[in-house]
């Protein structure tokens, strides 16, 4: 599964910005899907997830209410709405595909079999 992260960008402070993560197989449906990001001198950190069907998510708590992660199947692709973007946010956002097990948030990058390369969010003060 090869991955192409889109959508990053520089926005003001309680800005909006939109990135999608396309996937190459078909079988991406079958996968989990999260996003991570990294700011620089960190590491990189759990954003949120979405099991396979799309009915599970999870979310880091800075980000619950602002974020939404969503998936659509039919064009391979998952998308991640981030609403009241905070200057805290700034960091390279990555998505990635895990195989299906039991979905339990899957928070952790080890959980995760394939990354794309990331996409630069900046947020303004």
């Known amino acids: 599964v090869q991955l192409q992260a889109s959508g990053g960008g520089l926005v003001q402070a309680g800005g909006s910005l939109r990135l999608s993560c396309a996937a190459s197989?078909?079988?991406?449906?079958?996968?989990?899907m999260g996003w991570f990001r990294q700011a620089p001198g960190k590491e990189r950190e759990f954003v949120c997830s979405?099991?396979?069907?799309?009915?599970?998510?999870a979310y880091r708590d800075s980000v619950k209410g602002r974020f939404t992660i969503s998936r659509d199947s039919a064009k391979n692709m998952v998308n991640l709405q981030m609403n009241s973007l905070k200057p805290e946010d700034t960091a390279v956002y990555y998505c990635?595909?895990?195989?299906?097990?039991?979905?339990?948030?899957?928070?952790?990058?080890?959980?995760?079999?394939?990354w794309g390369q990331g996409t630069l969010v900046t947020v303004s003060s």
């Open positions: 990635a595909a895990g195989s299906p097990t039991y979905y339990n948030g899957y928070y952790y990058p080890h959980e995760y079999d394939y």
């Open positions: 197989r078909r079988t991406f449906s079958n996968y989990v």
């Open positions: 979405i099991d396979w069907s799309g009915g599970m998510t």
